[in-house]
C-alpha cells in the first residue's frame, strides 16, 4: 500500500518539536509539502528533513489529490478555516489544539466533519498518553470508587508567552492561560472521567500582569521576546468551577503570579481512593485496605504521546477508526472553556 501523503501547515514550533518529526519516524506517511506564510520557515523545514516541497498558500496542498492528510499547526485564528476548507477538498485533517478559539468555530468545524465524513482530530495529545491511559482504566474499573471531584492546578511564576505576540491577542488566539495550557488539563479530565456532560459553569479569567507590558519583569519568556507595539488582552489567570453530569470540576490556572511556585498536577477524588497526576510525568495512587493506608506509584511503559498521535491519526486516515480525539469530544472541552469565558464576562454561573 502507498503511503499517506501529508502536507503540514504552519512550520513553527509546535510542528518542528513534534508533528514532523513524528511523520518521519512513521514509515507510512510522506510529508509532501511544508507550508507557512513566512516562506523562509516552509523553505528552512524542506532543507532540515530533506523531503517535500516549500509553499506559502495552503490551498496548492489541498489542491493536490495526492494529499490524503494535512496537518494545522498554525496560530489558533486559523484552525477553523484552514480545518474547513481541507474537509471540504476531501482531505482528513489533525488540528492542534485548542480546536478553535470559541466555541461557536468549534462547532462548524464538526458540522463539516459530519457533513464530509473525513477525518477531523484534534491535537489533545494526552489522549495517546500511557500513563494519562492508564489513570482512565483505573478510573473505568472502579477502583477508585465514584470520583465526585477533580481538581486542576496550573500555575507558573510570571511565565507569559511571547509577550504582545499571537499568544497574547485575543483576536488571534481566543483567549490565553486557559485556552493555552487549561484546554490540555480540562480535556485530560473530560477523558478520564468518560467525556461527562457539562452541566453549569462559574468561572472568573484575570489579565493582569502583562497589561502594562513595559513593566512586567520576568526571567524567561518562551513564544519571545516582547513585542511592546503589540497586544496583550488575554487572560493571565483563571478559576472556575464545572458541574458535569459526571465529578465537579475545580479549575486553577495561571500563566502568571506573583507566587513564586510552579504547580502541574491534577488530583482526581474518588470515595475509595484519589490519584494525582503530575502533568507530563507520573502519577500517585492513594487507596485503603485491610485497614491501612497505602500509597504508590506505579511503573509503566511511556511511550513519547506525539508520535502515538501521529501514529494512531496515520492509522485511522486509512481505516476510518473514530480516535479518541476526535473533534465529537474535543469540541466539548471548547463548550466548557467558552462557558467559563462567558460566565467570567457576565459575573454569573453559565447553565448549558
Same mark, same amino acid.
Given at each position: 500500500?502507498?503511503?499517506?501523503? $501529508?502536507?503540514?501547515?504552519?512550520?513553527?514550533? *509546535?510542528?518542528?518539536?513534534?508533528? *514532523?518529526?513524528?511523520y518521519?519516524?512513521?514509515? #507510512?506517511?510522506?510529508?509532501? @509539502?511544508?507550508?507557512?506564510i513566512?516562506?523562509?520557515?516552509a523553505?528552512?523545514?524542506?532543507?532540515? @528533513?530533506?523531503?517535500?516541497?516549500?509553499?506559502?498558500?495552503?490551498h496548492v496542498a489541498?489542491?493536490d489529490?495526492?494529499?490524503?492528510?494535512?496537518?494545522?499547526?498554525?496560530p489558533?485564528?486559523?484552525?477553523?478555516i484552514?480545518?474547513?476548507d481541507?474537509?471540504?477538498a476531501?482531505?482528513?485533517?489533525l488540528?492542534?489544539?485548542?480546536?478553535?478559539?470559541?466555541?461557536a468555530?468549534?462547532?462548524?468545524?464538526?458540522?463539516?466533519?459530519?457533513?464530509t465524513?473525513?477525518? !477531523?482530530?484534534?491535537?489533545?495529545?494526552n489522549r495517546f498518553?500511557?500513563g494519562?491511559?492508564? *489513570?482512565k482504566? %483505573?478510573i473505568?474499573?472502579g477502583? =477508585?470508587g465514584?470520583?465526585y471531584?477533580?481538581?486542576?492546578s496550573?500555575?507558573a511564576?510570571?511565565?507569559?508567552?511571547? !509577550?504582545?505576540? #499571537?499568544?497574547t491577542?485575543?483576536?488571534?488566539a481566543?483567549g490565553?492561560? !486557559?485556552i493555552?495550557?487549561?484546554?490540555?488539563?480540562?480535556?485530560?479530565?473530560?477523558?478520564?472521567?468518560?467525556?461527562?456532560?457539562?452541566?453549569?459553569?462559574?468561572?472568573?479569567?484575570?489579565?493582569?500582569?502583562?497589561?502594562?507590558?513595559?513593566?512586567? $519583569?520576568?526571567?524567561?519568556?518562551?513564544?519571545?521576546?516582547?513585542?511592546?507595539?503589540?497586544? @496583550?488582552?488575554? #487572560?493571565?489567570?483563571v478559576?472556575?468551577?464545572?458541574?458535569t453530569a459526571?465529578?465537579?470540576?475545580?479549575v486553577?490556572?495561571a500563566?502568571?503570579q506573583?507566587?513564586?511556585e510552579?504547580?502541574a498536577?491534577? #488530583?482526581?477524588?474518588?470515595?475509595k481512593?484519589?490519584?494525582? =497526576?503530575q502533568?507530563? &510525568?507520573?502519577?500517585?495512587? @492513594?487507596?485503603?485496605?485491610n485497614?491501612?493506608?497505602?500509597?504508590?506509584?506505579p &511503573?509503566?511503559?511511556?511511550?513519547?504521546?506525539?508520535?502515538?498521535?501521529?501514529?494512531?491519526f496515520?492509522?485511522?486516515?486509512?481505516?476510518?477508526?473514530?480516535?479518541?480525539?476526535?473533534?465529537?469530544?474535543? $469540541?466539548?472541552?471548547?463548550?466548557?472553556?467558552?462557558? %467559563?469565558?462567558?460566565?467570567?464576562?457576565?459575573?454569573?454561573?453559565?447553565?448549558?
Open positions: 500500500m502507498s503511503k499517506v501523503k $501529508v502536507a503540514v501547515i504552519g512550520c513553527g514550533t *509546535i510542528a518542528n518539536s513534534a508533528h *514532523i518529526p513524528s518521519m519516524n512513521n514509515p #507510512d506517511a510522506e510529508i509532501k @509539502y511544508f507550508c507557512d513566512i516562506p523562509e520557515r523553505t528552512a523545514a524542506v532543507e532540515k @528533513y530533506g523531503c517535500g516541497t516549500a509553499i506559502e498558500d495552503y489541498l489542491n489529490p495526492e494529499i490524503e492528510a494535512i496537518s494545522v499547526c498554525t489558533n485564528r486559523m484552525h477553523s484552514i480545518a474547513i481541507a474537509l471540504r476531501g482531505k482528513n485533517v488540528c492542534e489544539k485548542p480546536a478553535a478559539r470559541t466555541y468555530e468549534a462547532l462548524e468545524m464538526q458540522k463539516v466533519q459530519h457533513e465524513g473525513k477525518v !477531523l482530530n484534534i491535537g489533545v495529545v498518553n500511557d494519562v491511559n492508564v *489513570i482504566r %483505573i473505568d474499573s477502583e =477508585l465514584e470520583v471531584h477533580v481538581y486542576a496550573f500555575r511564576f510570571r511565565s507569559i508567552p511571547g !509577550l504582545g505576540g #499571537d499568544f491577542t485575543k483576536a488571534v481566543g490565553g492561560a !486557559l493555552d495550557w487549561g484546554v490540555h488539563y480540562l480535556d485530560i479530565v473530560m477523558y478520564c472521567c468518560g467525556d461527562p456532560t457539562p452541566k453549569t459553569v462559574s468561572g472568573e479569567t484575570f489579565c493582569k500582569l502583562g497589561k502594562n507590558m513595559k513593566e512586567y $519583569v520576568y526571567t524567561g519568556m518562551w513564544a519571545g521576546p516582547p513585542k511592546y507595539n503589540g497586544t @496583550y488582552d488575554v #487572560d493571565d489567570s478559576t472556575a468551577l464545572v458541574r459526571g465529578p465537579v470540576i475545580t486553577h490556572g500563566w502568571a506573583n507566587i513564586d510552579n504547580e498536577y491534577i #488530583d482526581f477524588m474518588g470515595d481512593g484519589g490519584i494525582r =497526576l502533568y507530563g &510525568k507520573d502519577f500517585t495512587m @492513594y487507596t485503603s485496605k485497614g491501612a493506608l497505602f500509597t504508590s506509584t &511503573k509503566y511503559t511511556s511511550r513519547n504521546h506525539f508520535q502515538t498521535e501521529i501514529d494512531s496515520v492509522r485511522c486516515v486509512r481505516s476510518g477508526e473514530k480516535l479518541p480525539s476526535h473533534i465529537d469530544y474535543a $469540541v466539548v472541552t471548547s463548550k466548557i472553556m467558552q462557558g %467559563i469565558y462567558d460566565s467570567a464576562e457576565q459575573h454569573r454561573e453559565v447553565v448549558f
